[in-house]
């Protein structure tokens, strides 16, 4: 009955923003702790950045200053702001929930490419 939907991917130039979405429905999503991660082809899946159910942060150094994290408990819905975006960046984006049982959701993934 969870589910995650990720949105807002699409193709960017370099130095340009996007701003990805994750709705959540099927669960109090208040009480987790969400992230974001993505996977490049033939690289493994990295972190980019979580939120904590209270608010805190954290971001893989190759985002820091230009990528944040946010969320809007009132809409169940975790945020990726990506600014001055760079080649690099591009990668499949998915949204995470985190659950202390280890038994992690993930939606779908979004397509981001950075290119000229």
């Known amino acids: 009955q969870v589910q995650l939907v990720e949105s807002g991917g699409g193709l960017v130039q370099p130095g340009g923003s996007l701003r990805l979405s994750c709705a959540a429905s099927g669960t109090i999503f208040s009480l987790y702790a969400m992230g974001w991660h993505r996977q490049a082809p033939g690289k493994q899946r990295e972190l980019v950045a979580t939120i904590t159910s209270g608010g805190s942060t954290n971001y893989a150094d190759s985002v820091k200053g230009r990528f944040t994290i946010s969320r809007d408990n009132a809409k169940n819905t975790v945020y990726l702001q990506m600014n001055s975006l760079k080649p690099e960046d591009t990668a499949v984006y998915y949204c995470?929930?985190?659950?202390?049982?280890?038994?992690?959701?993930w939606g779908q993934g979004t397509q981001v490419t950075v290119s000229s």
């Open positions: 995470r929930l985190v659950r202390s049982s280890g038994y992690d959701l």
